[in-house]
């Protein structure tokens, strides 16, 4: 496995509380990418062809709980989110990791300097990480 897996992906975490409907994305300063920011070259892009053990949603997630102390069991990741992205030095695959517990766990991603927020407070956001949000949304709420 690639021990950079996190260079070439990122994971948006979000909390969705069925009883209120309340979605709510970890947010890092001025992003919803974990573990960093997209590239600003970076481009949307179909999903390659060729995407290899290095995009796997699974290895992805075990990285980043990993990397963050963060508790696998209570991270979910959606399969039906797909993006993808690309710069220079080739493809991003963002993935979708939900918290499952009842409570959005704002203590676990506050050593991250992250705090979750709803989508209305997402003003300022980048044009592309906005699309993304908009895109988890759709998925989550049942929209198009």
Same mark, same amino acid.
């Given at each position: 496995?690639?021990?950079?897996?996190?260079?070439?992906?990122?994971?948006?975490?979000?909390?969705?509380?069925?009883?209120?409907?309340?979605?709510?994305?970890?947010?890092?300063?001025?992003?919803?990418?974990?573990?960093?920011?997209?590239?600003?070259?970076?481009?949307?892009?179909?999903?390659?062809?060729?995407?290899?053990?290095?995009?796997?949603?699974?290895?992805?997630?075990?990285?980043?709980?990993?990397?963050?102390?963060?508790?696998?069991?209570?991270?979910?990741?959606?399969?039906?989110?797909?993006?993808?992205?690309?710069?220079?030095?080739?493809?991003?695959?963002?993935?979708?990791?939900?918290?499952?517990?009842?409570?959005?766990?704002?203590?676990?991603? @506050?050593?991250?300097?992250?705090?979750?927020?709803?989508?209305?407070?997402?003003?300022?956001?980048?044009?592309? @990480?906005?699309?993304?949000?908009?895109?988890?949304?759709?998925?989550?709420?049942?929209?198009?």
């Amino acid at each position: 496995m690639n021990t950079n897996i996190l260079d070439r992906n990122r994971v948006i975490l979000c909390h969705f509380d069925s009883y209120s409907c309340a979605l709510l994305f970890a947010r890092y300063g001025d992003s919803v990418l974990a573990p960093a920011p997209l590239p600003e070259a970076a481009s949307d892009m179909p999903t390659p062809s060729d995407a290899g053990a290095q995009h796997t949603s699974a290895a992805v997630l075990d990285a980043l709980a990993a990397r963050y102390a963060l508790d696998p069991a209570q991270l979910k990741i959606d399969d039906d989110f797909q993006a993808w992205l690309s710069d220079d030095s080739g493809p991003i695959r963002i993935h979708l990791a939900r918290f499952i517990g009842l409570d959005a766990p704002h203590a676990a991603i @506050e050593p991250l300097g992250g705090v979750f927020k709803p989508i209305s407070q997402m003003r300022g956001m980048p044009v592309s @990480e906005l699309n993304l949000m908009r895109q988890v949304f759709n998925l989550i709420m049942g929209g198009s």
